[in-house]
């Protein structure tokens, strides 16, 4: 597991996003609207993530749309870095799913790593929401998976 945010923590600088009228497990989640475009994740290099020459992620999280609407304006984003250069980058976009609204949806992207990449180039792994109205986001996790030897 290389993050999981079960938006619990009070201490955390984002604390004004915790919502706890709505929330998956625990007593709170994370509000995104117009003012909070991207949850918390992860950014880190290549070296620190694995010693693999390949390796999987997968991120997954529950979307709860607090308006009736079906399609939400948001994505999973995992992506490489290269100097500061995007690329492999992979979405889940949710506006192309129908989603149940004023439920609870469970949302998964799996990534396999690009083959032998520099140390220095990093790996980030997000939910990124473009909408206008309110949605809550818990129970994000970012796992690592590398090859059994």
């Known amino acids: 597991m290389l993050a999981s945010y079960g938006f619990e923590d009070t ?23 117009t003012g909070s475009q991207f949850t918390p994740g992860i950014r880190m290099k290549y070296a620190e993530l694995t010693k693999e020459p390949r390796a999987g992620l997968r991120i997954s999280c529950f979307v709860y749309g607090s308006d009736t609407a079906t399609q939400i304006p948001a994505s999973l984003v995992i992506t ?3 100097e500061g250069i995007l690329y492999r980058y992979r979405t889940l976009d949710l506006d192309g799913m129908a989603l149940k609204p004023r439920t609870w949806n469970r ?7 690009p083959e032998d990449p520099l ?30 030897k």
Do not use: C, K, W
């Open 11 to 33: 201490t955390v600088a984002y604390r004004q996003r915790l919502d706890h009228r709505f929330f998956h497990s625990g007593q709170s989640s994370f509000r995104m609207d």
């Open 80 to 82: 490489s870095l290269h």
């Open 107 to 113: 949302i998964s992207l799996a990534y396999i790593t």
């Open 119 to 148: 140390p220095d180039d990093e790996i980030q792994a997000y939910f990124y929401y473009r909408g206008n109205s309110v949605i809550y986001v818990d129970d994000l996790t970012i796992g690592l998976y590398e090859p059994l």
